[in-house]
Structures are given as C-alpha cells and as structure tokens.
C-alpha cells in the first residue's frame, strides 16, 4: 500500500508541478517575442448543443499591449485593442468603441488573451497553478487560484509546438464540462504587422 | 362616590392613590424602552407611510453604509489606499462588514431581473416582448446567441443565454441605468476610485437595522472614533441612513421634551388656578 502512492505520481504526470527550468525557458522565449500573428479555429464543446460549434478566424499581438482577435468564419465579429482603447464589432451591432477603463469584462478577456498566447508566465504564474503534463511536446495545465475565476473555469491546457515556440492548442475546460479547443496555425513572429491589423474602419 | 364620601375616608383614599403611583412608577421602570424610530413614524394615509418604510427597512438597500475617503491632490496614492484599508480594520462586524469591491457582480443585477420578470413587466414591455418573440426576431436573437457563444466572452455569458436565450433581460436592463452612478469610478488595486484619483469609496452592510436610533449613535461613534486616526490630510465621510436616523430621532425626541415640559406646565397652572382648598 506504501508504495501505491508515489507510483500514481510518477504514472500522472498531471500531479508534477512544471519544472521552474521549463517555466524560465519559455519566459525567455516570450520575452524575446514582439509581435505574433496567426489564424486559428475554434471548436466549442458545449452540453447545450448535439454539435460542437467551430469558427475560425485570426489573431494578432504586439508589444505592449495592441491584440485584434477577430473571427471571419462563419460570422464576422471581433474586437481590437490598442492600449486603453478599443473598438469591437459584430453583424448585428456593427462597430463600437470602447475603453478598457469603461468595460472591465473586456479589460479582463484581453488581459487573459495576451496572457495565454504570450506566455506571459509572471502574470499566469500569479494568477494560475501551472503543472507539466507533457515534456514533449510541451503540454501544461494552469489551474485558477481566484475561487470567481473558478467558478467558471476548471483549467486551460496549453500545448506548444515541438520546438516550444509557441502554442499550438489552448483548451479552456469549463466548470460544468464544456470546453473550448483553440488550435493555432501559420504562426508568425516578431514580424512588422500591417498599420491597419489593430484599427477598424467604422 | 362623592366628595363627601371620600372626605370622610381621607387616609384611605390617599392610600389608595399612593398604591396607583407606585404601580405606576413599577410599571414605568420594567417596561422595555426601544430605541426605535419606527415607534415615532407618522403613519401616513391608511398606514402607507410605515408600510412603506418597512419595505425600505427589509430591502436590504437600506443598511448600506458608504464612506468616502479623500485626500488632496497632492496625497500619494499608496498613502490613500493604506489609509482605507486601515480605516476599513477599524471598522468592525457587527456594525460594519466591509464588502469587497471584486466580490460585485453586476451579472446578479441581471439574474435578479430575469427571475423577477414576471412580476416587474409594464404594459409597454410586455408590447416590446411581443416583437421579441416573433419568428425572425427568434431567428436573429439565436444567431446573436450562437456568435456570442462562439466569443471570448462566451464562457461569461453562457449562463445568462442558457437562462434567457430570447434576451427579455435586454427589455428590463434600461432600468438598470437609473443605478449606473458608479460610471465614473475605477476599480484598480482592489479599490474603488473616484475619477480624479483623490477619493476611495468604501461600501458595507451593517447589522444596525435602519430604525435603531441607538445603534445608529454607536455606528457613529465607531466611525468617527475610527476615522479620528486617518493620517493628516485624508479625510473620511459617512453616507447612510443611519445618520438620518439618528438626526431624526434627536429631533424628536428635544421635540418630545419640549411637549412634555409643556404639558406638565399646563396641567400644573390649571392645578394652581382652579383647586383652591389646600388642606386635607
């Protein structure tokens, strides 16, 4: 019976907290990037629908804080934020603009979305319970420690690319068992993104 | 019973009369006294007014206490948070619970609403729920449904679309705007800030119901006694009902000393005035 113990942690690696080596290497790495771009799809899996709902669209960053997330399949909406500012659109609504001080909720959502697709590891490491699950590829599991962000969120699974570059999947698991899995592809880093990627015309 | 009948038997009539003091001065000292105002109210056409009142008291609104914490301009802000947070140390349960500026949630706002729709609903809403429940309406409010689902902030809004996948909450929020005086505000650092950065506001409940004249001086008294110890040039103000309770129930009762004093003064010169046999 003694050694069922510590032979269930070594056969759940879930258990392991992530090695501060791998925590440091992708910080370094996150550091040096500027700029990311890259399309995704989105597959959401919710217990409300018999299908799951895919979409599919494009995500740009740049340091410091300018993101444009944006989905163009099979509806167009998205928002972008440069600094303070920003500008959301959908097709019912059309363009709206608003200020991160003057909507909390998208101050958070942006925060979080620049946090996950950065790494930025002080920030999710203050925020998050982060374990190993996988070496390679490098898959990571952050759990919240704010009990209102638990409410909701049970954990997000990260997952990079083989050469830990950057993320390949990013899956939020939902407190009542729906989740979402956001696969990024055509990843591009640290180069000059066009004037227009974080404005909107009106 | 005539007068000649109780001249006759004096010591016994005055020995009565002195049993009917005592009684009542027993009666006066063990009868419970009750701070309440509420035993002061003015009833109001057919008991609106206290029926009103009660109403107000068992909302839940009306044991909120707000307090503004305000430096000057040039006052640090590190300095004026570390003066709110040991303002809101000094501030102790049962008279102040101090509510977390993160622990409000405005989707509660809506959920109340929502449960409640069927008895808040006018005549004009319930024409704008007619148009709500047409077919292409039904039709654009799910696929409205299905794309914010599909956002980020889906994982948010999931419950809300769940519980009202044809947005009757949208014909009640207008409501809400009436209460949206917090506009002005960030919440940054775990405080709730004025626009200019110069005041921090406090919230709590406290356990002192509104009507308590005598809680509402020890809430009061814990306040200033608190707010005494603020570093120089932050100052702090109180917002509740509770102050008014307490102005209320000082102004009636001098009001009700001045009536008494002037009761028993006229009842004393009509004593003087009319009885003229002194002796027994």
Redesign the interface.
């Given at each position: 019976m003694r050694f069922i113990v510590p032979i269930l942690i070594l056969l759940c690696p879930c258990l392991v907290q992530a090695n501060d080596s791998i925590l440091t290497g992708l910080h370094a790495m996150a550091e040096k990037t500027h700029s990311i771009s890259s399309s995704f799809t989105?597959e959401?899996h919710?217990a409300?629908f018999n299908e799951q709902?895919v979409?599919k669209g494009y995500f740009a960053f740049s340091r410091p804080s300018s993101l444009r997330?944006e989905?163009n399949q099979p509806?167009h909406?998205g928002f972008v934020i440069r600094d303070n500012e920003g500008m959301e659109w959908?097709?019912?609504s059309g363009v709206r603009s608003f200020t991160l001080?003057?909507s909390?909720?998208?101050a958070m959502?942006a925060r979080?979305?620049m946090a996950w697709t950065t790494f930025d590891i002080d920030w999710l490491n203050s925020r998050y319970d982060i374990s190993l699950i996988s070496a390679s590829p490098l898959t990571i599991q952050l759990r919240p420690k704010s009990d209102?962000t638990r409410e909701?969120?049970e954990h997000l699974t990260v997952s990079f690319s083989p050469d830990s570059a950057t993320i390949s999947s990013l899956e939020?698991h939902?407190t009542d068992g729906?989740f979402?899995r956001i696969s990024f592809t055509g990843q591009r880093l640290n180069l000059t993104l066009p004037e227009d990627t974080f404005t909107v015309s009106q | 019973m005539t007068y000649e009948h109780l001249r006759k038997h004096r010591r016994a009539f005055f020995c009565a009369l002195f049993a009917l003091l005592a009684c009542c001065v027993w009666f006066f000292l063990t009868t419970p006294i009750r701070s309440d105002i509420r035993a002061l109210l003015p009833e109001g056409d057919n008991g609106q007014l206290i029926q009103d009142f009660d109403m107000l008291a068992q909302s839940g609104l009306a044991n909120n206490v707000f307090i503004t914490v305000r430096g000057r301009p040039e006052t640090d802000r590190l300095d004026l948070i570390a003066a709110a947070d040991t303002l809101a140390t000094a501030l102790k349960p049962p008279l102040f619970r101090l509510i977390d500026p993160?622990?409000v949630k405005p989707l509660e706002a809506l959920r109340f609403l929502l449960d409640n729709a069927p008895n808040l609903v006018n005549e004009a809403e319930m024409v704008a729920i007619g148009e709500h429940v047409a077919p292409q309406a039904i039709n654009?409010r799910l696929?409205?449904n299905?794309?914010q689902?599909?956002?980020?902030?889906?994982?948010?809004m999931?419950?809300l679309i769940?519980r009202d996948p044809l947005g009757f909450t949208a014909i009640l929020a207008p409501r809400l705007k009436a209460l949206n005086i917090f506009?002005a505000a960030?919440?940054a650092d775990g405080h709730l800030f004025s626009k200019d950065n110069t005041a921090i506001l406090l919230s709590a409940h406290s356990d002192i119901p509104l009507t308590d004249a005598e809680g509402a001086s020890r809430l009061l008294s814990a306040f200033e006694s608190a707010s005494a110890d603020l570093a120089p040039g932050i100052t702090a103000e109180i917002i509740s009902g509770h102050v008014h309770t307490l102005g209320n129930a000082t102004t009636i009762k001098s009001d009700l000393i001045v009536i008494a004093f002037a009761d028993f003064a006229a009842l004393a010169l009509l004593f003087f005035v009319f009885f003229a046999q002194w002796t027994l």
């Open positions: 989105q959401k919710l409300m709902l979409s997330w989905y509806f909406s959908d097709e019912a001080d003057s909390p909720a998208m959502i979080q979305i209102v909701f969120l939020l939902e729906d979402t | 993160a622990s654009a696929r409205d299905i794309r689902l599909s956002s980020p902030q889906g994982i948010v999931k419950r769940r506009s960030t919440l």
